[in-house]
């Protein structure tokens, strides 16, 4: 009934604005599958105790320790080991994570549908156990049983194991209003048609804080390769591409030829206020950027244009806007001052 209150509520809102239906249903579903997932933790632990408030007790650490998995594995390692990837089965948070920012995820409602069956199955076996524990079939059934936990829970690794390698244009439909995590046929068709190793390196301490952009880049070609970097492990990594400080989450894409650093700043857009001298994010250009710099370092040093700016006679400096717009395009911009050159260069 609450789940059902809160579908309707876009609707309703829907006579006041305009609401973003996709993101919004994606949202439901993902916090409902959440919800289940919770209750499904809670009826299974009732089932080994006869105390209420034991269960009580149980259920609210084992929920916790679920929200707080992904902090609890980056904690234990920040590069991530066997340790943190048998924890991170647990981590109840993350996919809903995924449906809240706009993201339809097939592997979430995979995970969360086999975590459901799971333990509603190792509920019904924790019941069966209590019945027939003064039962002259205690032993067989006991075998029984056993052989069908490991099953269940060998199918569930399984399955979520198979989905976790499909590529992301399956298993993570956009349904933003703006689409703003899709890739556009220009750089489908431009990405198909690569033929050069490329690497982007993120500068992130948490590998598991994935972007489905980079995702699907990966997975529309075969010579794309995303590798993680954790700054604090590596704090001379971004060194070796630039001479520049790099802020934290930043890119560095590379390539044999050249490298072209992708600040984290500029992936999204602002708006500034001057009256409250305050900032809000406007929009996401995560694929102009990426593009643009696997284009930059692909490309023949012959192909890359250049813009001389004439100086020296007190010319207004270009904005900082039309630079960026200037580097974005591949072009690199010189400054020509004509009291300084003998002639106009040959270029």
Request: hydrophobic share 40%; aromatic share 10%; net charge negative.
């Amino acid at each position: 009934i609450d789940m059902v209150i809160i579908a309707i509520t876009p609707l309703l809102l829907m006579s006041y604005g305009t609401i973003p239906l996709g993101e919004s249903y994606a949202a439901v579903l993902g916090f409902w599958l959440y919800g289940c997932a919770c209750i499904a933790v809670g009826m299974f632990i009732s089932s080994l105790t006869e105390s209420q408030v034991i269960s009580a007790v149980l259920t609210f650490v084992a929920l916790f320790a679920g929200y707080m998995m992904g902090s609890i594995c980056n904690l234990i390692s920040e590069s991530g080991n066997l340790l943190t990837k048998i924890l991170g089965c647990y981590d109840l948070y993350t996919p809903l994570d995924n449906f809240m920012n706009g993201t339809l995820d097939v592997a979430g409602i995979v995970y969360y549908v086999t975590i459901i069956a799971l333990l509603l199955f190792l509920t019904g076996q924790s019941v069966q156990k209590r019945r027939w524990s003064i039962s002259s079939k205690k032993i067989s059934t006991g075998v029984f049983s056993t052989g069908m936990i490991i099953a269940m829970v060998a199918v569930t690794v399984v399955v979520n194991l198979f989905v976790a390698e499909l590529p992301a244009t399956w298993t993570s439909i956009d349904v933003t209003s703006t689409k703003i995590y899709s890739i556009t046929d220009d750089t489908k068709d431009y990405l198909k048609g690569l033929d050069e190793d490329v690497t982007i390196y993120v500068l992130v301490s948490d590998a598991s804080k994935d972007t489905k952009t980079l995702q699907r880049y990966e997975s529309l070609s075969d010579h794309i390769k995303v590798s993680y970097i954790n700054p604090a492990a590596n704090p001379t990594f971004a060194a070796q591409y630039t001479d520049s400080s790099v802020t934290s989450n930043s890119m560095i894409v590379v390539s044999s030829e050249r490298s072209r650093v992708i600040d984290y700043n500029d992936v999204y857009t602002y708006s500034y206020d001057y009256s409250s001298y305050s900032r809000s994010i406007d929009g996401y250009d995560a694929e102009g950027q990426l593009t643009s710099a696997i284009q930059y370092v692909t490309m023949d040093s012959t192909e890359l244009p250049v813009i001389y700016q004439v100086s020296g006679h007190g010319e207004t400096a270009l904005s900082g806007g039309f630079t960026e717009a200037i580097e974005k395009a591949n072009i690199t911009l010189s400054d020509l001052a004509l009291l300084k050159e003998d002639a106009v260069p040959e270029d």
